[in-house]
T-cell receptor, first 111, second 112 residues
């Protein structure tokens, strides 16, 4: 079936290092992708998005990479801070208006 | 982006009872959605709340269990009916703006 998933459920990273969170998707018709951050006790927060006509997009300390050939999406966080500790979800949108979410990666930042 | 609020933020309920969750947006939006997030899990779409018509439910979710209202373009409610402990989850509303969905803070429901 069509699904979006993350390669690793947890990621532990040293404060100041760069983080890379991966996501694989199976729907080749998906044309829009979003990364969300969910802190404990809060709703998912939009981080960055990318459309299928791009392969890279940068935000503040974050970069999203899209490889359509292998249907892979990644989120890179530069100089990871304690406030980056959260669960990160990728989501994809295909031919309809619905979002499909991956399983989530829990990022823990070590001081 | 739109500012979304939900009431209540959390509740503890007895099995067999019902709870209505409210979602308020600070601007008019066409698309509103309700999601369930079970403990430690990802988000699952329950239904799309359509203004002026019945909600569109996803597979596994039915109107009798999760009735939804959408009286105008800034407000929606989700009712969790005849609750059981398996309904203990976070319930989230979201709105769509230019393809992107933005989420409310969630309602944390515990059913005893």
């Amino acid at each position: 079936g069509e699904s979006v998933g993350l390669h690793l459920p947890t990621l532990s990273v040293q404060e100041g290092d760069n983080s890379i969170i991966n996501c694989a998707y199976s729907n080749s018709a998906s044309d829009y992708f979003i990364w969300y951050k969910q802190e404990s006790g809060k709703g998912p927060q939009f981080i960055i998005d990318i459309r299928s006509n791009m392969d890279k997009r940068q935000g503040q300390r974050v970069t999203v990479l899209l490889n359509k050939t292998v249907k892979h999406l990644s989120l890179q966080i530069a100089a990871t801070q304690p406030g980056d500790s959260a669960v990160y979800f990728c989501a994809e949108k295909g031919n309809d208006y619905k979002l499909s979410f991956g399983a989530g990666t829990t990022v823990t930042v070590r001081a | 982006s739109a500012v979304i609020s939900q009431k209540p933020s959390r509740d503890i309920c007895q099995r067999g009872t019902s709870l209505t969750i409210q979602c308020q947006v600070d601007s008019q939006v066409t698309m509103m959605f309700w999601y369930r997030q079970q403990p430690g899990q990802s988000l699952t779409l329950i239904a799309t709340a359509n203004q002026g018509s019945e909600a569109t439910y996803e597979s596994g979710f039915v109107i009798d269990k999760f009735p939804i209202s959408r009286p105008n373009l800034t407000f929606s409610t989700l009712t969790v009916s005849n609750m059981s402990p398996e309904d203990s989850s976070i319930y989230l509303c979201s709105v769509e703006e230019v393809d992107t969905q933005y989420f409310g803070p969630g309602t944390r429901l515990t059913v005893l």
